[in-house]
Structures are given as structure tokens and as C-alpha cells.
């Protein structure tokens, strides 16, 4: 079953507002209201859509991370790193690996860019023949990791390969 604030709200005789402030933690709910309607949300199992929430408040608490190939050890790394910090902060990430393929990174690109994401870390494929045009259209913060893109100015993040080798 698919419960609402409104079944919640009608079980607990208060109105939708005052189950959004409980839920939300916010004032102006007392402590035996508070109480009560906790007691139903968890009686009943109740679990907030995220997406119903991302799209009102326009924040989805998430991350869209695109790398070049998931089985490279040092990719899943950085991810981890990133992941453990970003979860820490009540962040979720998306993750997308374009198996080296300019173009799949193009749509991975494209399809982050049409979510609800809050930011996006992406490891750029190594070509010559790029449109950078798409990273300028992308509607959320960016960070380059480990490759920079000629003509691009964009916050980067670069490791010392070479000198830490």
C-alpha cells in the first residue's frame, strides 16, 4: 500500500501540515501530537517519497558520478572515497561508467543533466574530438576529476600521477 501524509494524518485527526512538521522535525507541533503521529508513521510503516520530495523542494540529495571503466581499481577507488564522504552528508550517487566510450559519456552526461541532481563529479574520457558545449549546458555543479578538457574552465580536481610515481 502506498500510504500519504493524508492517511496518516486522517489516523492521527490532525491535518497534512502538522504531519509534514513532524516529519520534517519542524516547531509548532507539540510533544504529545509529535508523539502520536511518530506512533502511527511507524505503525502504518511509513516511508517518505524521495522524488515526491526532490521535485517540491527542488534538492534530491544526490550526486551523479561518471567515470571511464568501473573495473579499473583506481576508479573504484576514487568512487568509494567520494561515496563514504557524500553518504556521510546524507547524499545518494548515481554512477555511471561509459566503458571508455566518448559517446556513452555524452549520454550519461545528457541523462544526469535531466534529473533532479544536485552535482556532478565526472573522470572525462581521454579524446581529441570533443563538443564541450554539453558541459556548459550542464544545469548543476560540475567537478573535473584527474583529466582536465582543453577550452573548458571548470572547477578540476587533478591527482600528481606522474610525480607521485
Do not use: H, W
Amino acid at each position: 500500500m502506498n500510504l500519504t501524509l493524508k492517511d496518516i494524518a486522517r489516523k492521527a485527526e490532525v491535518s497534512i501540515k502538522t504531519v509534514s512538521r513532524v516529519i520534517n522535525d519542524e516547531p509548532m507541533v507539540s510533544k504529545s501530537t509529535r508523539s502520536k503521529v511518530k506512533a502511527i508513521i511507524e505503525e502504518l510503516g511509513y516511508q517518505p517519497n524521495l522524488i515526491a520530495r526532490s521535485l517540491k523542494k527542488r534538492k534530491s540529495n544526490t550526486i551523479g558520478f561518471i567515470i571511464p571503466d568501473i573495473g579499473n581499481p583506481a576508479f573504484t577507488e576514487m568512487v568509494k572515497g567520494c561515496m563514504d564522504s557524500l553518504n556521510s552528508k546524507g547524499y545518494y550517487t548515481l554512477l555511471g561508467s561509459y566503458e571508455d566510450d566518448p559517446k556513452k559519456e555524452l549520454e550519461f552526461i545528457r541523462d544526469f543533466n535531466s534529473m533532479l541532481i544536485d552535482g556532478m563529479a565526472i573522470i572525462a574520457s581521454i579524446t581529441e574530438d570533443r563538443d564541450i558545449s554539453v558541459f556548459e549546458k550542464i544545469n548543476c555543479p560540475v567537478v573535473l576529476i584527474d583529466r582536465e578538457i582543453d577550452g573548458l574552465n571548470m572547477d578540476t580536481i587533478i591527482s600528481g600521477n606522474r610525480n607521485g610515481a
